[in-house]
C-alpha cells in the first residue's frame, strides 16, 4: 500500500503518479531481474515480458467511469461478451467488467476517473455535476484493479 499525499494535486496529476510509478516499477525489474523475467516467460507464461515491454511502451487509456459504463453496456446488448452481473451506471463495477475493459477493450492498462460519490470515500473531491468525484482506478489485464486513488477534497466546509 502506497499512499504519496500530493501537494496542490488534480485528479489528472494523481493519474500520471500512478502511471509512472508502474512504468518505473516494471523498467526497474526488467532492468535489475532479467533473470527471474525470463525464467517465468519461459516456464509460466509465455507472453510475461512482451506485455512487461507493452506497459513501458505506450501511454495507459484513460476512460471516465461513465464512458466505461456505456462500453459495457453497448458490448452487452452488442452480444460481444456476457457478465454475471450487468453494468449500470452507478454501480461498483465488479472485477468482470474492470478486466473486460483493459482486456478486450483497451488491451492494456486503463485509468478509470470520475466514479458516482456513493460508493467512494466522503473526503473525495466532488465534481460540479453533483454526481462524481475526482477518483480513478487504474485496471491491468490479467489482474484487474491495481491501483486506486483520488484527488482531496480540501474545502472544510464540504468536509463538515
Known sequence: MIEPEIVFAELSDVMDCAED????CVRYILENNADDVDFFNTWQDKELK?????????PFARISYTEAIEILETHLKEKKTKFLVKPFWGMDMGS????YLAEKVFMKPT????????????YMKANDDGK???????????????IGGSAREENLEKLN
Open 21 to 24: 510509478y508502474v512504468k518505473y
Open 111 to 122: 485509468i478509470c476517473y470520475n466514479y458516482p460519490k456513493t460508493f467512494k470515500a466522503f
Open 132 to 146: 462524481t468525484v475526482q477518483s480513478m482506478d487504474m485496471l491491468v489485464p490479467g489482474i484487474g484493479e491495481l
Open 50 to 58: 512482451d506485455r512487461l515491454h507493452n506497459i513501458i511502451a505506450a
Open 96 to 99: 468482470e467488467h474492470e478486466r
